[in-house]
């Protein structure tokens, strides 16, 4: 505790070095005192967790320090590189984690360099080694099919001796450090910085210049065998693989407890600081899987922001990911699809230049989401037929924790389908670690009629999507399905989504049952939402949104609303035809007199919850008064013969 607070205080007061840069040093030796940090009697592998957290928060603060402050560390960077090299050298000091940290903390200072050569001849100090590892012929083979790869993990035979522990090894520390270097690495902001040291190629259709990584020509070479990973790690879930693994080994194909518990919302405290951090061999295995499918993905998003252009310029890129990263998808448990949804596609598309729209995005976006529709309309599927029975589970847990993983993937993908669709802002900068993909933008002039509190204008890649007809009908489908699934935040962002289509389907040339369709969708979340009194008045104002915008060119959508049960036809013709006079005179409604009108017309959808169906309003009469009786009154001083002591305070 004490050394973690040190190492906290050190780093917070880092930026005051430059005042006083004579303690660089003392700062330096003090921070590999914490990541050398051990207790007699322990080695690499027994050390306690409370070691291990000093060695990482001194590994940390080192990382803070090279990236919010790498100026004033430079002139240490020789001496940080010995000190590196030094204990990497050793096997009993580092381990796999603490090694990689430090690498991270040399490719931040590297980055000061501003010279292409000689930062490229720097990381190749550091890639050369695992290269030689990652695309050796043991390797290669060990992880090119799924049988092959599980016999080389060490799944097939349960031997507490782990003979296979240096293959995993090999394997999580190779892709550790192609992550650290992608995710580290950078060229110089000023582009006169990075054009004087060699970091632009040329420029691009719209004049842009066109950088170039330092790691580029480095990770091309390690990234294929990435590629065939991922596919890999996706097949290994099939029955046929599963039956080879050793059954002491299924557990490595559940989830991780710290994951379940966090879906479940149940945090549980470490039971102990100095508990001992050795596991058993299905633990290890366990953490292993999900870590290097995790990892697999950081690693082609780090690609995608790190190499910039040189990545999506490489030849046949859109056939080689869907031949390995986006096959046997169908194999993969549902909480597998996130690392793919949230860490690579969404900085994928996020980065990818404006050229390679048509020849990239949007031949795995047609495989992809079209995937998405059959699969997450399956799941929900099965999560409304459970609520409908009512079934009792003999797990209830598990089946908890299936319909959380299943809400999850839903609201990342169509997170992900926002960002897509949504304009992005032109003023971001490269790895700026914030989580939004595009900001919002200013609120276009609106069409009579036309009303929706978050405007934002269509982005380039979602104007090549809607010229994609089956593309934008898997979406279209999904996102209007979205809003019926039984789930508010679900509803919410699935508005998000159909407000930005809008701006297009009207000019779709849609079929006029393809409106309808999509007009009883919008519907429909009455019937599911409708008990929720707060969500009523946002399912009123899009269904209106949504009935503005495609009545004047689809005007058989009417017949919706006339098919509502119990729906009365003069009213719907005495609604439609306020809508349209109102329009021809240029003078809205207001927007509550609307509302009105149309909760009237789709009342019977309205949802209503058993304990409030047949309530009766009681009405009580005029009652007599409650008798109460009075408060007695205190006496003043001029009513009461008591002696407060007023006369002797002023006798004197």
Same mark, same amino acid.
């Given at each position: ?13 880092? =930026? ?27 080695? /690499? ?10 060695? !990482? ?39 796999? %984690? ?11 200072? $590297? ?32 992880? $090119? ?10 799944? *097939? ?10 293959? !995993?090894?090999?394997?999580?520390? $190779? ?15 000023? #582009? ?11 420029? &691009? #259709? ?24 991922? !596919?890999? &790690? ?36 470490? $039971? ?16 292993? %899987?999900? &870590? ?38 169908? %194999? ?42 059959i699969r997450l309309g399956q799941c929900w599927e099965e999560v409304h037929e459970k609520t409908a029975t009512n079934s009792d589970s003999d797990e209830p847990e /598990? ?22 669709? !949504? ?21 276009? @002039? ?25 593309? &934008? ?23 998000? +989504? ?7 389907? =009207?000019?779709c040339n849609l079929l006029p049952e393809a409106v309808n369709h999509l007009f009883v969708a919008?519907?429909? =979340? ?65 927007? @509550? ?8 017309? +789709?009342?019977?959808?309205?949802? +209503? ?20 009786? =009075?408060?007695? @009154?205190?006496? *003043? ?16």
């Open positions: 505790m004490i050394a973690s607070c040190v190492l906290s205080c050190v780093s917070t007061l880092f =930026p005051t070095i430059r005042y006083s840069p004579h303690f660089l040093g003392p700062i330096l030796d003090k921070l590999f005192a914490g990541v050398t940090f051990s207790v007699p009697g322990q080695s /690499k592998k027994t050390r306690t967790r409370s070691v291990q957290n000093v060695r !990482r928060h001194a590994c940390s603060a080192l990382i803070k320090m090279c990236r919010d402050n790498p100026e004033l560390v430079m002139p240490e960077f020789n001496k940080i590189y010995t000190a590196t090299k030094r204990l990497s050298a050793d096997p009993n000091q580092l381990t796999q %984690l603490e090694k990689v940290a430090l690498y991270e903390a040399l490719i931040l200072l $590297s980055n000061q360099f501003n010279d292409y050569r000689k930062q490229r001849d720097f990381l190749a100090t550091i890639l050369e080694p695992v290269a030689t590892v990652w695309n050796s012929q043991e390797v290669t083979l060990g992880i $090119s099919t799924p049988e092959n790869f599980v016999e080389f993990v060490g799944l *097939t035979k349960y031997d507490e001796q782990d003979p296979k522990g240096m293959n !995993r090894a090999n394997i999580i520390g $190779s892709v550790q450090t192609i992550v650290a270097v992608t995710k580290r690495c950078t060229w110089p902001e000023n #582009e006169q910085e990075a054009m004087a040291g060699g970091f632009i190629q040329g420029t &691009m #259709e719209n004049g842009k210049p066109i950088y170039r990584s330092a790691c580029a020509p480095l990770i091309a070479q390690l990234l294929n065998n990435v590629l065939i990973l991922t !596919r890999t &790690m996706n097949a290994i879930w099939s029955r046929d693989v599963q039956s080879k693994v050793d059954p002491a080994f299924k557990q490595a194909y559940e989830m991780m407890e710290c994951d379940r518990l966090a879906l479940l919302g149940s945090f549980s405290m470490i $039971s102990s600081c100095d508990s001992q951090t050795l596991k058993t061999l299905p633990d290890k295995l366990q953490s292993f %899987l999900t &870590m290097l499918h995790d990892l697999c993905y950081h690693t082609l998003a780090g690609a995608s922001t790190c190499l910039g252009y040189e990545f999506y310029a490489t030849p046949n890129l859109a056939k080689q990911l869907l031949s390995t990263t986006f096959t046997s998808l169908h %194999l993969l448990p549902n909480h597998k699809l996130r690392p793919i949804i949230r860490v690579f596609l969404k900085l994928f598309v996020l980065y990818c230049p404006l050229e390679f729209y048509f020849s990239l995005l949007i031949p795995i976006f047609r495989g992809f989401c079209e995937y998405m529709l /598990k089946e908890v924790l299936e319909d959380q993983v299943v809400k999850h993937v839903t609201k990342d993908y169509l997170d992900f389908l926002r960002n897509v669709f !949504r304009i992005r802002d032109q003023a971001l900068k490269k790895n700026s670690g914030n989580d939004e993909m595009e900001t919002e933008a200013k609120p276009e @002039k609106l069409e009579p009629g036309e009303k929706t509190s978050e405007f934002f204008s269509l982005s380039d890649l979602g104007k090549a999507i809607v010229k994609t007809e089956d593309l &934008m009908q898997n979406i279209t489908l999904f996102v209007y399905s979205a809003l019926s699934f039984d789930d508010s935040n679900v509803y919410f962002k699935a508005i998000g +989504v159909a407000h930005l289509l809008l701006q297009e389907l =009207p000019n919008v519907l429909r =979340p009455l019937q599911v939402h409708g008990h929720h009194d707060s969500h009523v008045s946002t399912i009123l104002n899009n269904a209106i949104y949504h009935y503005d915008v495609f009545r004047p060119k689809y005007p058989k959508i009417i017949d919706v609303l006339l098919h509502v049960p119990g729906c009365d036809a003069e009213a719907v013709q005495a609604y439609d035809s306020k809508v349209l006079t109102t329009w021809s005179i240029g003078k809205p409604i207001p927007d @509550k007199k609307k509302k009105d009108h149309f909760k009237k017309l +789709v009342q019977p959808l309205i949802r +209503v919850v058993v304990s409030n169906k047949y309530k009766k309003e009681v009405m009580f009469g005029k009652m007599p008064r409650l008798y109460r009786p =009075p408060k007695p @009154k205190a006496p *003043t001083v001029d009513e009461t013969s008591q002696e407060y002591g007023l006369i002797q305070l002023f006798k004197d």
